[in-house]
Structures are given as structure tokens and as C-alpha cells.
């Protein structure tokens, strides 16, 4: 369209949205729908991927609508990404990071979640009705139960909607191998494309097979509300999201900062009586990147309500937005921290099509037993072939540590596979997207650069205000983590400056540094050793310990029950047991740790992650 005449149209559309908006009842403004499914990312629904199954009930919705290519959850695991949803806002910013939740925490200062601000407007705001909520929230929905719907709102009132199905959700693939030699797929194994990264085995071809009959089951199960609109009359003034809340549950998808971990589906149905709301036509796709903390910008820009401050995201639809401007975004910030009792510190930056993964405990590999994960029979199968040696060097990357930073052309290696940190031909990007993702760590103040046992004891009660009185500090802890991404004799004199440091996480960031580099680091070790009998904070010597463990300095049997039994509190003590299975599994110790060990006096707000910890050690 020329310039002109675009601009003709912008300014019309503004001129009309006002008018409207100034003069609009309660009553005349638009519905919404989300159409959330569970653990799944784009490359299971033939929209995205040839592949993938067909989904009638999506595509039609995408025919009268919208497909968005490049759609992210935040965080790849539910409770922070519904989290993310909920407030608008970064996870490790307000808090809430953490998976399960050591305490819920509450929202920023003056903040409410996104369907309070649609109640005041005058909206009927249900939902169906999964919560598992990171944050503390006592307003907004109007109902949320299993029974709440649309259909108990006043006459003309208009309606936010969440319906939410599991029938993808990870829980589905928990079968037997009786069930699996006994229940016949819709989807044949032999048609099925495994990803490069999975062994090629009846097991991992049926449970991929599996998901993508769940997928079909999805889109019949949303058909049933598409004509619960439709009966109602109702679907002309509903604008309808259809998405997963992360991404996919074959193993390493949910979980993982990878693609298939974050990279999730959307489409969004244009009602035909607001269609003028969007700089669209039926059926486009949209290139331009949207994450999970712009979705609640921009329903509340689509009805009209300003966003209110404490939101991170940007609204992609509505009055005054170009698609043009939508289209140019190009960049996805992830995180992903503790899940359950497996301990990471990841976070990922996608600018068209790289992706940077900055890796912050390296030594902390993807495959480490998470006992939810393994009661799927893929991950069990593929855990036994690596134990005898039967993968190979792309099947094997899963169990094996990963450098502290990695670098993927989308383009040529979809599946992420070949780290091209230290070829010299992608040196200006590298060196741009390092950059950029430790700005953005900077930027909302990164909480995880404390322990979560710390953030436990100092933070939770206000941690955005935490985050902010701690700002300069949490930079120079970002500055220490970020020595092992250079060269190492460069840093060696400020790894020695950061282990002198007054501030204990600094130490803590210096010693997962000398991890980070391994044996090169071998000029420390005497350090470490002092460190680990002296120093005064429990995880500043785990650290050590690790670091000396590692680089097989120091056999860790001994030293990790003493820490343990000195644990300040529960999620101290998962910290410490994660290290514990870390070492027995991969670098080979006999780790004896038992329940007396655990301090009496520690309640059950993390007892589950300890158990399944002491129970893998104990029976393996």
C-alpha cells in the first residue's frame, strides 16, 4: 500500500475508534475466547509443520482470522507461563520463576492481574479452568471453576472466556508398555518424522504418534465451544485465541529453552463486527514476534482499556497498531529456572532466525533425572540407550554438559543442533546477541541471580522492590557469571577478584565460573579447597565442592551430607540434592545421603522435591 494512502487509513481508523470507544456502552465491546491447549508447540498442527496433523476446527479459525508464525511462550513449563500470562510481565522480574513455586508471591505494587482491569470495564470474566498460579491473586475472575462459562453473564454484558483442555498435556503420554503394545494409534508409527535428536525406536515413534492423535482429540473438544458461540450468537463480536500454553511435551520440548520448548501456536479469529480493530485480512500470517507478556496488552487494548504499567509486553492488535510495525518485532525473550526438583538457570534470546541460549550452570545437563519428566517411557528408554552407549553424538547432547553459551541459525539447523559460538563467521552476531540478552537480564533486574533459597528468606515478600534495591548489585553478579564466556586467562585475575568478594553470590557466581571452565581452571583448585571448609555460606561451599567434584579433585560423598544438614531451608536442601544426583549420574560418585540427614525442623512447602530426590538416591 502506498505511504498515502496507508497513512489515510491509520489516521481513519483512529478517528473511528475513538468516536466509537468515547460513546461505547459496557455493552458494545468486543468478547474474547482463549482456546488454551497444553504442552504443545508449532510442530505438531499441519499449519505450521507438513507433518503435523490437520486441525479442522483451528484452521477454520485461522481462515477467518489470523496465523501468527512466530508466537512464544516465555518460560517452557505451565505455572510460569501462566504466570506470565496473568500479570504481563517477566517471571524472573516479579518473582515468580519457579516451578513448583516455593511461595507464592504477590503482584507487583498496585498491580492486578489482566481480568480485573477487564471487570472494571464491565466485562463477565470466567475461566475453565487451570490456575497454578505463581502469584498471589484473590481478584478478577468472575468464576473460575470447571463449570464457569460466558453463559452467566447479564444480558448484552460482554465476556472474557479461558477454556483449557490437557488432553496434550504431558500426563497423556504417561502410559504402560502394556498400553502401548495394546492400544493401536490413529496415527500410523511408520508415518511418523522423529526429530534427529530422538533414537529411532518403536517407543519414541509411538508416543509421537500418540501426541498427534491427542492433537485431533484438542480440536474437537474446541469445536464443541465453536458451536457453543455460534448456538449463542455471540461468535461475530468474539475475538477467539487459540494457543499452547507452552510448547511441546516430547522430550526435550516442555521443560527447555529450546524451540520446541517456547516456539507455540496462534491463531487468532477476527469477529466480523471488529474486524476494523485489525490492520489485516482473513487468512494472513503474521511473521512479527509476539511472546506470552504481550497477550493481556492486547485484549486490553482490543477493548479499550489502557495497559496498565506494570506490564513488560506490547499490545499486537487493535486500534493505532500497524502491521507493519507488528511484523518488523523480531526478537523473544525465555527463561527457564527450577522445575519441580531439577535445578537450571537458562535464558534465551530469539532474534529472527538466531537463537542464543546462555546457559548459566552449563554443568547442569538437560537430561538430569526429573522424576515427573522420566515416568514418560521415551525419556526412561532414551536415559537406558545412553547409559549403554548405544546413541549417538546428536542423540547423546541431551546428557552431556553444555557450554556456557550456544548459538543456532534457525534457518539451516531448526532443531538446534550445532552450536556455532567460536566460528569466526558468526563472531558479529554472536557478539551482538550476547549483548543484547545480558542487557535484558540488567534491564529487569534478574532475580535468579540470587539462590531461590535466598530469594526465600530476603526477597519473596516484594520482590520487584527487591529486584530494584539490588539492581546494582544483581548487575555486578551478571558481570561475574558472564567471565566464562570469555577466554580464560583473560578473566583469571577477575575470578580471583570475585572470589575475594564481600558479597557471597558473587563468590557463589566465581565458583560456577571454574565449573564453567573445567580443568582449564585447574590453577584454583587449592582455592576451592579453602573455600569449601571455610567459607560462611552453605551454597558458596556446594559450589566449591561441585567445582572440585567435577574436575575429579575431590570425591563430594562426604562434604554434601554436612552441607544438608546445615540447610536454612527446604529449597536450600533441593539445591543441594540436585548437585548430589548431578555427580552420582555424570561424574560417577557414590553419594550416600539419607532422610535423617534432612533438617526436622523443615516444613512441607518443598518436602515433594526433597522426597523424589532422596528416593531416586536411595533406589538407584
Given amino acids: 500500500m502506498p505511504m498515502i494512502k496507508r497513512l489515510a487509513k491509520t489516521y481513519l481508523l483512529i478517528i473511528l475508534g475513538t468516536i466509537y470507544f468515547e460513546n461505547a456502552l459496557a455493552a458494545d465491546r468486543p468478547n474474547f475466547v482463549w482456546f488454551t491447549s497444553e504442552d504443545n508447540s508449532v510442530h505438531f498442527s499441519r499449519i505450521y509443520n507438513e507433518s503435523g496433523i490437520r486441525m479442522p476446527t483451528i484452521e477454520r479459525l485461522a481462515s477467518h482470522g489470523l496465523i501468527f508464525d512466530h508466537a512464544f511462550s516465555n518460560a517452557p513449563v505451565c505455572s510460569v507461563a501462566r504466570t506470565t500470562l496473568l500479570t504481563g510481565a517477566y517471571a524472573p522480574r516479579i518473582g515468580a520463576q519457579y516451578h513448583r513455586r516455593s511461595r507464592l508471591v504477590p503482584m507487583p505494587e498496585g498491580a492486578q492481574m489482566y481480568p480485573w482491569y477487564l471487570q472494571q470495564a464491565g466485562y463477565f470474566t470466567t475461566n475453565n479452568s487451570k490456575t497454578d498460579y505463581n502469584v498471589i491473586v484473590d481478584q478478577g475472575w468472575d468464576e473460575s471453576s470447571p463449570d464457569a462459562l460466558w453463559r452467566g453473564r447479564q444480558e448484552g454484558q460482554p465476556f472474557f472466556h479461558v477454556q483449557n483442555t490437557a488432553l496434550t498435556h504431558e500426563s497423556s503420554l504417561h502410559f504402560t508398555y502394556e498400553e502401548m503394545l495394546n492400544v493401536e494409534n490413529s496415527t500410523s508409527s511408520e508415518s511418523i518424522n522423529l526429530f534427529p535428536y530422538f533414537p529411532d525406536t518403536p517407543t519414541f515413534r509411538y508416543t509421537h504418534a500418540r501426541y498427534l492423535d491427542n492433537h485431533l482429540k484438542v480440536d474437537n473438544y474446541f469445536a464443541e465451544y465453536l458451536a457453543m458461540l455460534e448456538e449463542d450468537g455471540v461468535l461475530d463480536d468474539t475475538f477467539i485465541f487459540y494457543f499452547g500454553d507452552h510448547g511441546g511435551v516430547l522430550p526435550r520440548g516442555k521443560g527447555y529453552a529450546y524451540e520446541n520448548g517456547l ?140 557450554p556456557p553459551e550456544q548459538l543456532f541459525d534457525l534457518d539451516n539447523d531448526p532443531h538446534e543442533l550445532q552450536n556455532l559460538v567460536g ?29 531461590e533459597s535466598v530469594l526465600l528468606e530476603e526477597a519473596f515478600e516484594d520482590p520487584v522492590s527487591f529486584g530494584r534495591n539490588n539492581a546494582d548489585r544483581i548487575e555486578r553478579l551478571i558481570e561475574t557469571a558472564d567471565l566464562s564466556l570469555y577466554d580464560f586467562d583473560s578473566v583469571r585475575q577477575e575470578i580471583n577478584l570475585a572470589l575475594d568478594a564481600e558479597d557471597p553470590w558473587q563468590r557463589y557466581w566465581a565458583l560456577i565460573v571454574l565449573s564453567a571452565f573445567g580443568e582449564q581452571a585447574n590453577s584454583f583448585v ?89 528416593n531416586y538416591l536411595l533406589s538407584n
Avoid: C
Avoid at 385 to 401: D, T, Y
Avoid at 534 to 551: G, H, S
Avoid at 584 to 604: C, N, Q, R, T, W
Fill in 263 to 402: 516456539h507455540v501456536p496462534l491463531v487468532v479469529y477476527v469477529p466480523e463486527n471488529w474486524r476494523h480493530l485489525v490492520d489485516a485480512n482473513y487468512g494472513d500470517r503474521i511473521r512479527g514476534f509476539v511472546s506470552f507478556v504481550d497477550f493481556a496488552p492486547t485484549v486490553l487494548h482490543l477493548a479499550g482499556i489502557d495497559v496498565p504499567p506494570h506490564m513488560d509486553g506490547s499490545p499486537f492488535l487493535g486500534q493505532q497498531i500497524d502491521l507493519e510495525e507488528v511484523n518488523e518485532r523480531d526478537q523473544a525473550f525465555g527463561y527457564a529456572d527450577r522445575f519441580d526438583e531439577k535445578i537450571d538457570h537458562v535464558r534465551s534470546l530469539r532474534k529472527g532466525n538466531f537463537k542464543y541460549i546462555r546457559n548459566y550452570q552449563p554443568f547442569n545437563v538437560d537430561g538430569l533425572w526429573n522424576e515427573y519428566r522420566y515416568i514418560m517411557l521415551a525419556y526412561q528408554e532414551w536415559w537406558e540407550l545412553f547409559l549403554s552407549g548405544e546413541l549417538n553424538e546428536i542423540q547423546s547432547q541431551f546428557f552431556r554438559p553444555r
Fill in 423 to 451: 566460528d569466526s563467521a558468526y563472531t558479529e552476531i554472536l557478539s551482538d546477541m550476547r549483548s543484547s540478552l545480558s542487557n535484558k537480564v540488567k534491564d529487569i533486574n534478574d532475580l535468579s541471580m540470587f539462590p
Fill in 526 to 614: 587449592q582455592r576451592a579447597y579453602f573455600i569449601a571448609q571455610n567459607d560462611e555460606e552453605n551454597l558458596v561451599r556446594l559450589r566449591a565442592i561441585e567445582f572440585l567434584a567435577l574436575i575429579g579433585q575431590e570425591n563430594p560423598s562426604q562434604l554434601l551430607p554436612a552441607l544438608l544438614t546445615n540447610a536454612v531451608n527446604e529449597v536450600e536442601a533441593t539445591i543441594i540434592l540436585n548437585t548430589a544426583v548431578l555427580l552420582k549420574d555424570f561424574a560417577g560418585y557414590d553419594i550416600l545421603i539419607d532422610d535423617e540427614m534432612i533438617p526436622a525442623s523443615f516444613g512441607s512447602a518443598q518436602r515433594l522435591n526433597i522426597d523424589r530426590r532422596l
